[in-house]
RNA sequence: GCGCCCGUAGCUCAGCUGGAUAGAGCAUCGGCCUUCUAAGCCGAGGGUCGUGGGUUCGAGUCCCGCCGGGCGCGCCA
């Protein structure tokens, strides 16, 4: 429908000018939008305000030119008037309303949707990647929900996607999993162990020492540490991940591939990626990184990077602040240079985080999304900085930061410690909550706004937990048309529906949900661009909200009444509705119910 | 100290890349079930969009300064 007023535009402007009118170039990018304010039509265009300094006329006097000259060969527009400073809002013809109807039936479950890999365009999302040392705790929760919609975004905006985890199995980390699953595993045969400081005090880590003995028995007990070990990483991070995966699996989360960096460091990735840099000559012995600003270090003296200082040893450094084009600048956003091999030659962390996104765009992404907590936010320019080295265009490579989340139950916040063991898992979350109520909560936010989760409100299954009424939208729509049955009124179905049952649809709250539910596309399409699935959580609140009154409205005058012709059209809005809703959910991944059974009433 | 993010109704948050009278949910108060599920709807109250400047036809939105909060600033991953 949009497109409609935006065609009628777009001809009239060429119209204008090929009278020698007015004179432009390209028609800059206007908006076409649903006013909040009825009286200001159904459409309001402010394509006149955008243009007026290009061509030269104020906007009012082009928006007379406009409307005076007005191209519309199929009579889509009932009328058009300028108002304010210059909009143009445009009344349309009621069976462009209803054809919208149509429109939905025929696309099914692809409404909203372009065609499947069609923009030809292969992009990767990089999301979750927790730690293989432990489950899925609360803290990943939503960037796992963020980059679960966001992947489910790009993919109904047509393009190739790619879900991928990165597993972080190769390092210090993964090798203090190996020490204390070797500890507990010797715990098993009744030795006493205590853990050091750093190792892995929950339980978790007891079960996996018990697999580990039920599919080893003794063998790794009196072998040297160079034989136990990898062998303890191995069941580990093994066993880790067969939970991370379980949990996702249970808050409808699936990835691709899963690309473990060990495997990098075995490649000789990690080795070439340094050898590349050097042969770009962006590299440099040294020992401490150079600084953009020339400025000092000023920390604070318990920061970590002083607590740490003796251990900086110098080596080979990355230029990701101080590399300078050939005019001369310093385009790349880091502050001070990164060590890319200590001074005993070893590679940091960064060093195959490098050769990791490397290797993504050698397997032919257009566009690689990676989904971080705030917390890893110092990481960004580091990696932008090491691409744009490599002659990657930065544009290719989008970071979503999600900030943190606090949780509260009772009023406090729940503290979440993995060093401490007292961990609060996803998989209990969800277990307590119910995967489409976390989901819910999770996307309802943009991804740079901080906010408290509260475990109190969501548990208690009350209304104020929005997922329900939210629901209750599809449910009602099903329980509409199911009843239509039982009372031998079933509907048509979207073959049989006629421009006369269609006609029947002349309600003002009717034709304002025809004209939010053809925006589905449009706002797949621009939240999908913007990676910010929230537009569409809002787009079903708002439709959803239109559905609850227009139906509460007429109840008088219901759906199903008793002229056969109005029925008809009246279950056709509802199954548009209806596949517009699931079509929408399905983005979100949130589930769809045909029915909900309302609680028992409390006190 | 430096960098990034945030500050909008009592609470939790939207605000479509600068548009018309700033919205939703929850909470509070008052109404609506013999009808297609009341997990719903209608109505009311509630705002100096943190603050002070600037940019222009027009600012919650863009720029600068301040105030308040969060995160980061490691040769850990």
């Not at 600003?293 to 740490?308: I, L, P, T």
């Not at 031998?488 to 179905?493: A, L, S």
Request: with cysteine; hydrophobic share 40%.
């Amino acid at each position: 429908m949009r497109q409609k007023v935006r065609q009628i535009v777009d001809a009239t402007l060429h119209a204008l000018k090929a009278r020698g009118d007015i004179a432009f170039d390209i028609i800059p990018p206007y908006a076409v939008e649903l006013p909040k304010n009825l009286e200001h039509g159904d459409w309001a265009c402010n394509v006149a305000m955008v243009m007026s300094k290009a061509v030269g006329r104020k906007p009012t006097e082009l928006a007379d030119a406009l409307i005076a000259n007005l191209v519309d060969p199929h009579s889509v527009v009932v009328s058009v008037e300028r108002a304010g400073p210059g909009f143009l809002n445009f009344r349309l013809a009621d069976v462009v309303f209803q054809r919208v109807v149509s429109e939905v039936l025929a696309a099914g479950v692809q409404f909203g949707r372009r065609p499947p890999r069609s923009t030809g365009r292969k992009v990767m999302v990089e999301f979750v990647s927790a730690n293989p040392t432990g489950p899925v705790h609360i803290g990943h929760a939503r960037g796992a929900f963020m980059g679960d919609a966001i992947a489910r975004l790009l993919d109904a905006a047509g393009h190739d996607v790619t879900r991928e985890f990165y597993i972080n199995d190769y390092g210090k980390q993964v090798e203090t999993l190996g020490r204390t699953v070797h500890k507990r595993y010797r715990e098993l045969f009744g030795e006493a162990v205590t853990l050091a400081e750093g190792e892995y005090p929950a339980e978790y880590v007891i079960d996996i020492a018990k697999t580990w003995r039920a599919e080893v028995g003794d063998t790794y007990l009196r072998r040297p540490e160079a034989e136990w070990l990898p062998a303890a990483i191995e069941v580990g991070t093994r066993e880790n991940l067969k939970a991370i995966k379980a949990t996702l699996a249970k808050a409808n989360i699936s990835h691709d591939v899963f690309f473990s960096e060990a495997s990098l460091h075995a490649s000789g990735a990690v080795r070439s990626i340094v050898d590349v840099y050097k042969a770009r000559g962006v590299t440099y012995e040294a020992a401490e990184g150079r600084r953009k600003d020339n400025k000092e270090k000023v920390r604070d003296a318990d920061s970590k990077a002083a607590q740490y200082a003796d251990r900086q040893l110098g080596g080979t450094f990355l230029m990701t602040a101080t590399w300078q084009d050939e005019k001369g600048k310093t385009p790349l956003k880091d502050e001070e240079d990164r060590i890319i091999l200590r001074a005993d030659g070893t590679p940091v962390y960064l060093t195959a985080d490098l050769a990791y996104h490397k290797a993504k765009f050698d397997r032919g992404f257009d566009l690689c999304v990676d989904v971080f907590g705030a917390d890893h936010a110092g990481h960004v320019p580091r990696i932008q900085s090491g691409m744009h080295l490599l002659g990657i265009d930065p544009k290719m490579l989008e970071f979503v930061l999600v900030q943190l989340v606090r949780i509260t139950r009772g009023g406090e916040e729940v503290k979440v410690s993995k060093r401490k063991g007292t961990l609060f898992e996803l998989a209990d979350l969800i277990d307590e909550a119910g995967a489409d109520v976390c989901r819910f909560i999770f996307l309802m936010k943009t991804r740079d706004a901080q906010f408290d989760f509260d475990l109190d409100a969501v548990t208690r299954q009350s209304k104020d937990n929005p997922v329900f009424s939210f629901q209750y939208g599809h449910a009602r729509c099903a329980s509409i048309l199911k009843k239509a049955v039982e009372k031998g009124m079933p509907f048509v179905g979207a073959a049989a529906v006629t421009d006369a049952h269609l006609a029947r649809l002349v309600l003002p709250e009717e034709k304002m949900m025809l004209k939010k539910i053809s925006q589905l596309p449009d706002v797949v399409a621009s939240a999908a661009d913007r990676l910010e699935p929230h537009h569409v959580l809002y787009f079903c609140q708002e439709l959803i909200g239109d559905f609850h009154a227009y139906y509460t409205q007429y109840r008088t005058d219901p759906i199903i009444g008793d002229d056969p012709v109005k029925t008809q059209g009246r279950l056709a809005l509802v199954a548009a509705l209806k596949q517009t809703l699931q079509c929408a959910f399905r983005i979100l991944g949130i589930e769809a119910p045909e029915h909900m059974e309302a609680p028992a009433d409390e006190g």
